[in-house]
């Protein structure tokens, strides 16, 4: 059983302010509470128990508010880097933590997102198929409003911001111990490392569930609106 998390949560949420003038995206509230305690209750109702936080730009305030992590029933090691080592450096980096030591899986997750994924299943799915990474995938929805026209240019309907034909990345992953060595320094995992994986041993998880990753205020909305209709098991 998976009981190891790596949460990334150094970002600086620029794209946010002025919600992140004095605080991390990750610690930037929800519905009453900062998207990290969001992710973090979720990943704890999936068995995960023990957290590598790795943080940067004002990493005093992710401190200060979980400490050792004992008051929310999690063990908490911090990871902090002095400079930015990119995801995949801060990955690589937090794969030394004590809390890593003989895992044999963890889960790694971008810190700014909000899901109700079954993450059991994502982690039956890896263990399964003996993967050394596996990522979670969803649907590409439009920003915007499709326009149908006819062979002719008539306006004929329109959809709006319909589901895509297309997967993209969801931020949230299972790596195998054997992943580290292929993790780079200071760089993204994603360009470093995951070229580098045999397709054999590289899967993706569909998931057809709400997914939002907090980029921009109105993906701040909409989370909030997810969380306050009651259709979250994320208490």
């Known amino acids: 059983m998976i009981q190891t998390a790596i949460i990334l949560a150094g970002g600086k949420g620029e794209r946010l302010r002025p919600y992140t003038d004095d605080k991390p995206k990750v610690m930037v509230e929800i519905a ?7 992710q973090i209750n979720w ?9 590598i936080i790795t943080l940067s730009y004002k990493y005093e305030v992710v401190q200060d508010f979980f400490r050792s992590g004992k008051k929310f029933g999690i063990e908490i090691d911090y990871s902090i ?19 890593a030591k003989n895992e044999e899986n963890v889960v790694v997750t971008n810190g700014d997102i909000i899901t109700k994924m079954n993450l059991l299943k994502m982690m039956n799915f890896h263990e399964k198929n003996q993967a050394l990474v596996t990522q979670l995938v969803i649907p590409y929805l439009s920003r915007w409003g499709i326009v149908e026209i006819d062979p002719d240019d008539h306006v004929t309907g329109f959809k709006e911001k319909p589901q895509l034909p297309y997967w993209i990345n969801g931020g949230i992953y299972v790596f195998n111990k054997d992943t580290e060595p292929l993790l780079p320094k200071k760089g993204d995992h994603e360009q470093k490392t ?5 397709k054999e041993r590289y899967f993706a ?10 980029d921009v205020v109105k993906d701040k909305t909409e989370a909030e609106e997810f969380l306050l209709k ?4 994320l208490s």
């Not at 998880?205 to 907090?214: I, L, S, T, Y």
């Open 32 to 38: 009453g509470k900062p998207i990290l305690l969001w």
């Open 43 to 51: 990943l704890k109702s999936h068995g995960i128990c023990k957290f």
């Open 81 to 99: 880097e002095e400079q930015p080592l990119g995801r995949g450096g801060a990955i690589k980096k937090a794969f030394g933590s004590p809390l």
């Open 194 to 198: 995951f070229p580098k994986l045999k």
């Open 205 to 214: 998880f569909k998931d057809m569930g709400f997914w939002r990753a907090v």
């Open 230 to 233: 009651g259709k979250s098991k």
